[in-house]
C-alpha cells in the first residue's frame, strides 16, 4: 500500500468515526433538558461519561496494543451505535447515565485505536516518514464531518424530532464500522498472540508506557495539556447551548440555528488544522503550537462577554478555530516522542488526562455557572488553558535546549 492510499483511508475513517456524533452534537445537552433535567443534573450525566471514560480509557489503549487496533475499534464502533439508540429512548436521569456510559466505553475503544494504527502502518512504510500533513488532514476531515453530521442533524430536528436525529446518529455509527471492517488491516501477529503470551505481552507494553512517559519531557507537556483542554473544551460543550438558547430566546427550540453553529464550529477546526503545518513550519512546532493554544484559551475565556447570538457565535468560531490548529500539533508532539509498542497505550493516557479535565468541568463548571454565571466559568477556563500552554512552551524550549549540545 502507498502513502497516499494509506492516508486517504486514515482520512475517510477519521471523518467517519466522528460522524454520527456530529449528528447529534448540537443537542447533547438540549436534550435532556427539553426531557426534564436540570443543568445541574445535565452536569451529573456527562461526569458519568467522563468517569467511564477515566476508566476505560488506558486499559483500552493497552488492549489494543496487545489484541490489535482493527478488534477494539469494530467493538467501539458498535458500543457507539448503541449508545445513540439508548440515548433516544433516555427520559430520566439513570437512563441518560446508562447512555453515555455506552458512548464513553465506545470512545475509550476507539480513542487510540485509530491514531496508533496510522502511525504505525506509515512507519512500516517509511520509517521517517512525516507525521504533520496525515495527522492534520485527519483532523481537518474529523472537522468537516462533524460539520456535515451537524447540519444533518440540524435539520432532521427541525423536521422529525430529536429521537429521528438519534437514530440516524446510529446509522452513521453502523457505517463507520462497515468501514472498519473494510479498511483497516493489520498483521496477523498482532492480534493472534497465544493465550500464555498476553501477560508478557501487557507487561511489555505497560512497561514501555511508563518509561516513556517517565523520560520524555513532550510526552508530560502533552499529558498536562490534555488536561487543560479537556477542561476548558468541556466549559464550551457544557455551557454553549443553554447561552446561545437564551440569546435566542427560543428556550432551545432552534434546532436550524444549534446545527448551523455547530456546522460552522466544525469547519473551523478543520480550517485551523489545515493551516497547522503551514502554521509549524513558519514558526517552528513549539511556538506555533503554545500560540494556537493561547488563541483558543482566548476567545474561551471571552465567551460570556457578547450580548448578542452573532457575537457570540463569532467568539465560539475562533475558539475552534484555536483547538484546530493546536490538535494536529498536539498528537505530532506525542507520536513523535513514542515507539509502536505502546503508541496506543500513551495515545490513551492523553485522552485520560483530557477526560479528567472534562470530569473535573462537569461536575464544578456546571455549578460555578449556575452560582455565579457562564462568563465567570469560561473566563477561568480559559485562563486555565493560557497558564498551561506558557508552561508547556517553557518545557519544551528548556528541553530543546538541554538536548542540542548532545545533538552536536
Given at each position: 500500500?502507498?502513502?497516499?492510499?494509506?492516508?486517504?483511508?486514515?482520512?475517510?475513517?477519521?471523518?467517519?468515526?466522528?460522524?454520527?456524533?456530529?449528528?447529534?452534537?448540537?443537542?447533547?445537552?438540549?436534550?435532556?433538558?427539553?426531557r426534564g433535567l436540570s443543568l445541574g443534573a445535565i452536569g451529573v450525566v456527562f461526569a458519568v461519561h467522563s468517569a467511564v471514560a477515566l476508566t476505560l480509557e488506558l486499559p483500552s489503549g493497552a488492549l489494543a496494543d496487545v489484541v490489535g487496533r482493527r478488534r477494539v475499534l469494530l467493538v467501539g464502533a458498535a458500543l457507539t451505535a448503541l449508545s445513540m439508540l439508548a440515548f433516544a429512548a433516555a427520559s430520566d436521569v439513570a437512563a441518560f447515565c446508562g447512555a453515555v456510559a455506552l458512548l464513553a466505553a465506545g470512545r475509550a475503544l476507539i480513542s487510540g485505536s485509530l491514531e496508533a494504527w496510522y502511525v504505525d502502518a506509515l512507519r512500516l512504510l517509511d520509517p521517517v516518514a512525516p507525521l504533520a500533513r496525515?495527522?492534520?488532514?485527519?483532523?481537518?476531515?474529523?472537522?468537516?464531518?462533524?460539520?456535515?453530521?451537524?447540519?444533518?442533524?440540524?435539520?432532521?430536528?427541525?423536521?422529525?424530532?430529536?429521537?429521528?436525529?438519534?437514530?440516524?446518529?446510529?446509522?452513521?455509527?453502523?457505517?463507520?464500522?462497515?468501514?472498519?471492517?473494510?479498511?483497516?488491516?493489520?498483521?496477523?501477529?498482532?492480534?493472534?498472540?497465544?493465550?500464555?503470551?498476553?501477560?508478557?505481552?501487557?507487561?511489555?507494553?505497560?512497561?514501555?508506557?511508563?518509561?516513556?512517559?517517565?523520560?520524555?519531557?513532550?510526552?508530560?507537556?502533552?499529558?498536562?495539556?490534555?488536561?487543560?483542554?479537556?477542561?476548558?473544551?468541556?466549559?464550551?460543550?457544557?455551557?454553549?447551548?443553554?447561552?446561545?438558547?437564551?440569546?435566542?430566546?427560543?428556550?432551545?427550540?432552534?434546532?436550524?440555528?444549534?446545527?448551523?453553529?455547530?456546522?460552522?464550529?466544525?469547519?473551523?477546526?478543520?480550517?485551523?488544522?489545515?493551516?497547522?503545518?503551514?502554521?509549524?513550519?513558519?514558526?517552528?512546532?513549539?511556538?506555533?503550537?503554545?500560540?494556537?493554544?493561547?488563541?483558543?484559551?482566548?476567545?474561551?475565556?471571552?465567551?460570556?462577554?457578547?450580548?448578542?447570538?452573532?457575537?457570540?457565535?463569532?467568539?465560539?468560531?475562533?475558539?475552534?478555530?484555536?483547538?484546530?490548529?493546536?490538535?494536529?500539533?498536539?498528537?505530532?508532539?506525542?507520536?513523535?516522542?513514542?515507539?509502536?509498542?505502546?503508541?496506543?497505550?500513551?495515545?490513551?493516557?492523553?485522552?485520560?488526562?483530557?477526560?479528567?479535565?472534562?470530569?473535573?468541568?462537569?461536575?464544578?463548571?456546571?455549578?460555578?455557572?449556575?452560582?455565579?454565571?457562564?462568563?465567570?466559568?469560561?473566563?477561568?477556563?480559559?485562563?486555565?488553558?493560557?497558564?498551561?500552554?506558557?508552561?508547556?512552551?517553557?518545557?519544551?524550549?528548556?528541553?530543546?535546549?538541554?538536548?542540542?549540545?548532545?545533538?552536536?
Amino acid at each position: 500500500m502507498s502513502h497516499g492510499r494509506l492516508t486517504r483511508h486514515f482520512v475517510v475513517l477519521r471523518a467517519l468515526r466522528w460522524l454520527p456524533v456530529g449528528v447529534v452534537l448540537p443537542f447533547l445537552v438540549i436534550i435532556p433538558q427539553a426531557r426534564g433535567l436540570s443543568l445541574g443534573a445535565i452536569g451529573v450525566v456527562f461526569a458519568v461519561h467522563s468517569a467511564v471514560a477515566l476508566t476505560l480509557e488506558l486499559p483500552s489503549g493497552a488492549l489494543a496494543d496487545v489484541v490489535g487496533r482493527r478488534r477494539v475499534l469494530l467493538v467501539g464502533a458498535a458500543l457507539t451505535a448503541l449508545s445513540m439508540l439508548a440515548f433516544a429512548a433516555a427520559s430520566d436521569v439513570a437512563a441518560f447515565c446508562g447512555a453515555v456510559a455506552l458512548l464513553a466505553a465506545g470512545r475509550a475503544l476507539i480513542s487510540g485505536s485509530l491514531e496508533a494504527w496510522y502511525v504505525d502502518a506509515l512507519r512500516l512504510l517509511d520509517p521517517v516518514a512525516p507525521l504533520a500533513r496525515g495527522l492534520s488532514r485527519g483532523t481537518a476531515a474529523e472537522g468537516v464531518a462533524m460539520a456535515f453530521g451537524a447540519l444533518a442533524g440540524g435539520a432532521i430536528v427541525a423536521t422529525s424530532g430529536y429521537s429521528a436525529a438519534l437514530l440516524a446518529g446510529a446509522g452513521a455509527a453502523l457505517i463507520y464500522l462497515v468501514a472498519v471492517a473494510l479498511l483497516v488491516h493489520e498483521p496477523r501477529s498482532s492480534g493472534d498472540h497465544p493465550s500464555g503470551a498476553i501477560r508478557l505481552r501487557t507487561r511489555e507494553v505497560l512497561m514501555t508506557a511508563r518509561r516513556e512517559a517517565a523520560e520524555s519531557v513532550a510526552v508530560k507537556v502533552v499529558l498536562f495539556t490534555g488536561l487543560a483542554f479537556g477542561v476548558s473544551m468541556s466549559a464550551v460543550e457544557l455551557l454553549w447551548q443553554p447561552r446561545l438558547a437564551g440569546l435566542l430566546h427560543s428556550g432551545g427550540a432552534s434546532g436550524v440555528a444549534f446545527g448551523a453553529l455547530t456546522a460552522a464550529s466544525m469547519l473551523a477546526v478543520a480550517l485551523g488544522a489545515a493551516s497547522s503545518p503551514r502554521l509549524s513550519r513558519r514558526l517552528g512546532l513549539t511556538r506555533a503550537y503554545v500560540l494556537a493554544m493561547v488563541v483558543a484559551a482566548l476567545f474561551v475565556a471571552l465567551l460570556g462577554a457578547p450580548g448578542s447570538p452573532l457575537a457570540f457565535a463569532a467568539l465560539y468560531l475562533f475558539a475552534y478555530l484555536g483547538f484546530g490548529a493546536a490538535e494536529p500539533m498536539h498528537y505530532e508532539l506525542l507520536n513523535d516522542a513514542v515507539g509502536p509498542t505502546a503508541r496506543a497505550t500513551l495515545i490513551s493516557a492523553e485522552s485520560l488526562a483530557a477526560q479528567g479535565g472534562a470530569l473535573v468541568a462537569n461536575l464544578s463548571i456546571g455549578a460555578l455557572a449556575a452560582a455565579h454565571g457562564a462568563s465567570l466559568a469560561w473566563a477561568v477556563a480559559g485562563a486555565l488553558l493560557a497558564l498551561i500552554a506558557l508552561a508547556a512552551g517553557t518545557a519544551l524550549r528548556r528541553a530543546a535546549r538541554a538536548a542540542s549540545p548532545a545533538a552536536r
